[in-house]
Nanobody
Framework: QVQLVESGGGLVQAGGSLRLSCTASGRSFSNSAMSWFRRAPGKEREFVAGINWRVDSTYYADSVKGRFTISRDNAKDTVYLQMNSLKPEDTAVYYC????????????????????WGQGTQVTVSS
């Protein structure tokens, strides 16, 4: 059974930092794009950041560019999201997603492109 397990969420004050982790089991994603999405209360799920399998390309939503950094360790089948300068509007459930395709050059930014999802981790930023 393929599983993506997120960790690292929590409550932080505005301006603070958190680091999310997502570890895969049951299937390796070392040859696939991985991304983070989030869903804020009352809003649709939105793309946050993605990284390709070769770890030489990343892609960010405009709202997090310059504040968030996505990275991955393929040897550990783990993807990270370093979140700095957090704002109250970053409050959401953050989900890790894995692309079922391998060796693709692009990083999909739509949820429909991903077949594997974690259960989510709550990030709450207080003002």
């Amino acid at each position: 059974q393929v599983q993506l397990v997120e960790s690292g969420g929590g409550l932080v004050q505005a301006g603070g930092s958190l680091r999310l982790s997502c570890t895969a089991s049951g299937r390796s994603f070392s040859n696939s794009a991985m991304s983070w999405f989030r869903r804020a209360p009352g809003k649709e799920r939105e793309f946050v950041a993605g990284i390709n399998w070769r770890v030489d390309s990343t892609y960010y939503a405009d709202s997090v560019k310059g504040r968030f950094t996505i990275s991955r360790d393929n040897a550990k089948d783990t993807v990270y999201l370093q979140m700095n300068s957090l704002k109250p509007e970053d409050t959401a459930v953050y989900y890790c997603a894995g692309d079922r395709r391998s060796f693709t050059a692009t990083i999909p930014d739509t949820a429909a492109a991903y077949d594997y999802w974690g259960q989510g981790t709550q990030v709450t930023v207080s003002s």
